[in-house]
């Protein structure tokens, strides 16, 4: 293979690398206090590791919902996302245990939960404290009855 065609099939991986994040997922809103809150549902391995990645902004009441199986510990980290975001760990009742602020394009800091989670909830930072949302406070998730969660 020549040095040109190499490039070629490198760019074209990475291409299609970017279009494996940009594929549609499922959605669903919730009520946040006195909003209602638009997320993007990552509820299979590839929508939880793509997350918000590449993206430029985020709409203001727009986010992404992290939806596991069963409980488990929950880690996410920053790699390719390009803006500040805010993370609310939940239990699955929908109870927060955790909001943490999270820096864009980190490649070594990941971001906890502090207990088996159900659910993770990424906004833009400081949506949480815009909207009077606290560790503690119980949000109605209602997943569509058609989500697979894988």
């Known amino acids: 293979m020549s040095g040109g065609s190499r490039v070629s ?12 994040c940009s594929r549609p997922v499922p959605e669903t ?8 809150l638009d997320l993007e549902l990552a509820a299979d391995h590839t929508a939880r590791a793509c997350g918000l990645a590449y993206r430029e902004s985020l709409p203001a009441d727009r986010g992404m919902l992290f ?6 510990e929950f880690v996410l980290w920053m790699r390719d996302t390009k803006m500040p975001l805010s993370i ?6 929908g109870r927060i245990l955790n909001i943490q602020d999270a820096q864009p394009a980190q ?11 159900r659910y993770a909830i ?22 569509p ?4 969660v894988r």
Do not use: K
């Open 107 to 117: 490649r070594r800091e990941r971001y906890s939960s502090p207990a088996d989670t």
């Open 145 to 148: 009855a058609s989500l697979r």
């Open 67 to 72: 939806v596991m199986a069963e409980p488990t």
């Open 88 to 93: 609310a760990f939940l239990d699955e009742q």
């Open 9 to 20: 099939g490198i760019l074209m991986l990475l291409a299609l690398a970017g279009c494996v």
């Open 29 to 36: 809103a919730i009520p946040v206090n006195d909003t209602l």
């Open 122 to 143: 990424e906004v833009n930072r400081g949506w949480f404290d815009r909207h009077q949302v606290e560790v503690g406070d119980t949000l109605e998730i209602d997943l």
